[in-house]
């Protein structure tokens, strides 16, 4: 573990950051051919990169972690396959992960469970000291406990793991309640709050789906997409500017318009979308076939984005 003369932590994460970037590129590219799910590439990254990015998390876990968040937040979005711009509250939601910040609060309540226990004469000498001088380890114990509205808890004699459930519990509904916020204030995430079940690893997610059409469900429901609705804040245009260049409807092309009503992509739409959506098209039609667990719905969901893209790139490019 890395310390620095001042005593302070920002170099140690950044050490953690560049460690854990160099494990997750290494089972990245083992795991490019081995077409894993969703869930299991997750996983491995919890076996092999978080310990990494966690090592000595017990000293130095008060700390933000910045750089180390940046290494979870971007690997998710790999596997997601969307933009690293796309919204980070909507990514969690998305995947159902908490910030690796609150598994290392975890470490350090348990070790300072395991400090007040110990039998070791010198572990329990310097515990003391340190709670006689009030040193800065034990403060941050303290004043993460009153945030948390857990003060009480420093001197509770419930069992360890009853409280460490409670402390666990408290951080992850906070973590909860603040991204639910952060989604529903996005200008980004207009159509996402309403596609999205509640705080988990999203249903479609775990459905058979190839790699490539899942990624395109993926990208639409994020708003990390190519139609003009997105795209068009990168050029500054006004949303009432962002106009569809596929069809002469001169209307706005959002998610609504490219799934159900864009005449271009008729033939597209007769093939792969239920009737019941193309019918009477409707914004609550469009979040339907978004949030839908039916397999064969997402698949063909999957077909239709990636055709009615390459035809939409065709189309763009080359007007005539
Ligand atoms: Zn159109």
Known sequence: MLFNYNGKFLSTQKHCAAQGNKAMFSISSKMKDLNFNVETQLNVFDTYVKSVLSYGAEIWGFHKGQDVEKVHINFCKKVLGVR??????????????????????????????????????????????????????????RKE??????????????????????IFNRMCDVFKQKVVNDISNASKCILYKHVVDHFCLQVYLKKPIHVKYRKLITRLRLSSHDLKIETGRYENLTRDCRKCESCNLNVIEDEFHFLLICPSLCSLRDKYIKKYYSRKPSVYKVIQLLSTSNTKELCNLGKYLYYANKQRTLHVNYPN
């Open 84 to 141: 690293k711009n796309t919204c980070n509250s909507a990514v969690y939601y998305e995947v159902g992960r908490f910030p690796l910040e609150i598994f290392r609060k975890q470490k350090i309540f348990k070790y300072w469970f395991k400090l007040r226990n110990s039998k070791n004469c010198i572990l329990k000498a310097c515990y003391e000291d340190m709670v006689k001088n009030n040193d800065i380890w034990i403060s941050n114990i």
């Open 145 to 166: 406990l009153s945030i948390l509205g857990l003060a009480d808890l420093y001197q509770s004699t419930m069992k360890e793991s009853v409280i460490l459930d409670i």
